[in-house]
């Protein structure tokens, strides 16, 4: 048994453990980024969180990668050279990919940049709150997707017709 200022502590059979936030699969993230601060950061953040991570310098690196291996996510920079990050996913719309798109930018408010102008699944402003809401939206683009629940009307008229037939 083990003791602690605070009294006994439980044996470990007798401990829950934390639900995990780790990646419910191994599913793969392109960074594209031509920070390579901001790469690492993010990247050892998603790392962390059980996803595999790959990274490129610009939009023409990305599209190379997507082309040669299979993305879950890709989160990008908007400002790099010489393909930036709406242009690069302008090429992966026209190669008819579906892959989300996450655009990370300190111009989103200043150009305009929406989801629907750039083509993007989400559009964050880099900003203090940037992690947080990279994971937020990371998580919730890497979901399979729900099936629409059953209405009431459909559930009990499923149930009226198998007791019918009964």
Known sequence: MLFSSAGVL???SQMRSAPSKRAQFSAVVLLVDDNLDGSLARGSVLSELGYKVLTARCGQE?????RSHSVDLIITDYKMDPVN???MIACLRAEQ??????L???FAD???LRPEATGANVVIQKSANELSSLLRHTKRLLQPPRKPAKSHASA???SRSHTAGS
Request: aromatic share 0%; proline share 8%; charged share 15%.
């Open 10 to 12: 439980p044996s470990r």
């Open 62 to 66: 990305a599209l190379v990668l997507v």
């Open 85 to 87: 990050g709406v242009e």
């Open 97 to 102: 990919r579906q892959t989300p798109v996450i």
């Open 104 to 106: 990370l930018t300190g």
């Open 110 to 112: 200043a150009l305009g």
């Open 156 to 158: 009990k008229l499923a």
